[in-house]
Nanobody
Framework: QVQLVESGGGLVQAGGSLRLSCAAS????????MGWYRQAPGKQRELVAR???????NYADSVKGRFTISRDNAKNSVYLQMNSLKPEDTGVYYC????????????????????WGQGTLVTVSS
């Protein structure tokens, strides 16, 4: 019923920038907190940045001052501006929404908890 779709990944040289986007599709009523996570090869998935519906943010220490998370509630979207990229930023980046309220096909309000996108690969070369 609802889907998160990421875009914007790619290959960039160290010091470069990328902007990731994630849009929720479906008959969305509201979305609570949204975030970006990443998983480097051979490592566990980790939180990169998170933003509440009201706009409060928190970041992993490793990206503070370089990455900026933002959202557009009207577009049901979240973004991650990544500057001064480092090789250690390489990984698959996943969009997450902790709770999505949406209109079910039967007309009732339903919720999707802990929704994830399919991921987008970011590769930073040295």
């Amino acid at each position: 019923q609802v889907q998160l779709v990421e875009s914007g990944g790619g290959l960039v040289q160290a010091g470069g920038s990328l902007r990731l986007s994630c849009a929720a599709s479906g008959s969305i009523f509201s979305i609570n907190a949204m975030g970006w996570y990443r998983q480097a090869p051979g490592k566990q998935r980790e939180l990169v940045a998170r933003i509440t519906r009201g706009g409060s943010t928190n970041y992993a220490d490793s990206v503070k001052g370089r990455f900026t998370i933002s959202r557009d509630n009207a577009k049901n979207s979240v973004y991650l501006q990544m500057n001064s990229l480092k090789p250690e930023d390489t990984g698959v980046y996943y969009c997450n929404a902790d709770r999505i309220m949406y209109l079910h096909s039967g007309g009732s309000l339903a919720s999707a908890l802990d929704a994830w996108g399919q991921g987008t690969l970011v590769t930073v070369s040295s």
